[in-house]
């Protein structure tokens, strides 16, 4: 299996980490590609070093390189995650400006018709905002928004960073235990 991995500078630069991780180690091929300003959220927000996160990846692009091979549809692969996905970035896949190997990359998943994952993350968010995600989703993009969940009871920052890229991983159907899967645990219900 081939992903692409793309990491734009909203917060949340871990979520495209642990992503990376997890297919690393699940043995999914990655090519990754890193916006400017995911740079300076990585070095802003986690304790890796711009290497270690490239050194996850199989292949990685400069995000200024628009004859990578994942800039042409002619090289095959079975989706592409954005994680996290700016509203910059968001903005320009929704017009299809295609202004840097991510956008460009996310235009191709379009016109391939290949599952395309954003993990959009801003708040609140603007009536842009939701326009573009809006109009995305109409196309069949998933929008994800790394939100926590709160009914598997996380302990750390790891459980709901766990979760959102379990949920992730899920949208590609790559199996994967990394968090706890929904059982009820009500025994009644009182309305
Ligand atoms: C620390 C930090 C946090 C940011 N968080 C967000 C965010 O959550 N959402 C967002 O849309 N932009 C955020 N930005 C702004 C983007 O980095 C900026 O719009 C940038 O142009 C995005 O470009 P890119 O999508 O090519 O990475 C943040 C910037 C910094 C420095």
């Known amino acids: 299996m081939r992903i692409v991995v793309g990491i734009s500078g909203a917060s949340g630069a871990i979520f495209g980490i642990k ?47 628009l004859a990578a091979s994942v800039s042409s549809g002619s090289f095959r692969v079975d989706g592409m995650i954005i994680a996290p996905c700016s ?12 202004d840097n190997l991510i956008s460009r990359t996310a235009d191709v998943m379009l016109k391939e018709h290949k599952k395309l994952i954003l993990l959009t ?43 959102i890229v379990a949920r992730t991983l899920d949208q590609l159907d790559i199996e994967n235990d990394l968090t706890k899967r929904w059982e009820s645990k009500l025994k009644t219900i009182n309305f």
């Open 121 to 163: 993350r801003e708040t609140p968010l603007n009536t842009i905002h939701l326009e573009n995600m809006l109009a995305l989703s109409q196309m069949g993009v998933v929008i994800l928004p790394p939100t926590p969940a709160f009914y598997n009871n996380p302990s750390c920052i790891d459980d709901v960073v766990n979760h």
């Open 19 to 65: 992503i990376l991780e997890s297919l690393h180690e699940l043995g999914v091929e990655t090519y990754l590609i890193i916006s400017d300003w995911a740079k300076a959220t990585i070095n802003l927000e986690t304790n890796y070093s711009l290497k270690e996160v490239e050194s996850l990846a199989t292949v990685v692009h400069s995000k200024n390189n």
């Open 87 to 98: 509203m910059k970035t968001l903005a320009s896949i929704r017009v299809g400006f295609s």
